[in-house]
């Protein structure tokens, strides 16, 4: 069980949730690091005194400096930031919350000091995930997925004694927003639409993502990943009420899922305490007022993103990194209001048809992708 945690992008719906549940159990807090949400990184500080502190940018560092009282923690900014509270000596546990390529070099250099990760960075795991799951396994270090769906399928997994066992994970999918929309009626739905989540109360990226269903892709190479399955191993379905978060179906046609209410202390929870449970803050389920469960199929005409990453899972090499940073810049964008819905995955297709491709690329040959793809999308926007 974890004795003291490093949380990279603890301002985030994340790193706020896992805080949450670190105040019912006995951890420490050594580091905390956000982007620029200075004040309520002030208020993290005041109630978990961490010794160091990181933030995004050198003007963010100087404003939390001011807001701060003295004796305050180190406060540092940028990537050097990042690797340092992912490396801090006293931390058996790095929560990567962070969105985006920026928490790969954090990621590797906490696993090569052999510290447990709770991974809640699905970007990490899409664009070097063999890379990672290499350095983990040369180092000792374990790998404890936060997502909901992942955290499902290894908390299922505990019941089998080897992947030859397993015929397939389903992974399943709330449908976000627009579910059982058509593409036509999606072509003028605005930013506000898409941060509409039916369930669940998190990041805009990731909501945007949800909406698109890429979040849904990236989980699939997540998933492919983490437990080392081929793409055809791993399947979707969409499931409305959000209360199986996924399920394992073993060679026998045996099938175990983990049922819960939507929310994110649970897994954050198990991250930090395997191979123990103990009592969390989120409520429990009730079978007898919970909604009758439904599951359908995903359309890969009307969301496009979703079948760009099925593709881009068989391909493998590069087509991930560009794919994920050519996502990152679209969504921005969309975010921003400058392009439409289906704009989204016009543009990573325009960028995966861009960059030269590498079958077994070195960490070096990802992050060119991933510059490159980020060049691209920005470009034919």
Known sequence: MTK???????TGSIGRQTLDVVRHLPIQVAALTAGTNVERMAEQVAQFHPRLVSMATWEAAEALKRLLPQPAPEILWGQAGLLAAATAAEA????????????LRPTLAALAQGKRIGLANKETMVCAG?????????????????DSEHSAIFQCLMGSRGRNEVKRVILTCSGGPFFGKTRSELVGVTRDDALRHPNWKMGEKITVDCATLMNKGLEVIE???????PPEQVDVVIHRQSIVH?????????MLAQFGVPDMRIPIQLALTYPNRVENPAPGLDLLTCPPLTFASPDPETFPCFAIARAVAEQGGTACAVMNGANEVAVAKFLRREIGFYDVSALVQRALDAVPFTAEPTLDQILEADRLARIAAEETG
């Open 4 to 10: 003291t945690i490093s949380i990279l992008g603890s």
């Open 92 to 103: 058996d546990t790095v929560i990567t919350a962070v969105v985006g390529m920026v928490g």
């Open 130 to 146: 063999e890379l990672v799951m290499r350095t983990a396994r040369a180092h000792g270090a374990e790998i404890i997925p936060v």
């Open 223 to 229: 998933a492919m990943r983490l437990y080392e399955l």
């Open 246 to 254: 996924s399920l394992v179906e073993f060679v026998d046609g045996a």
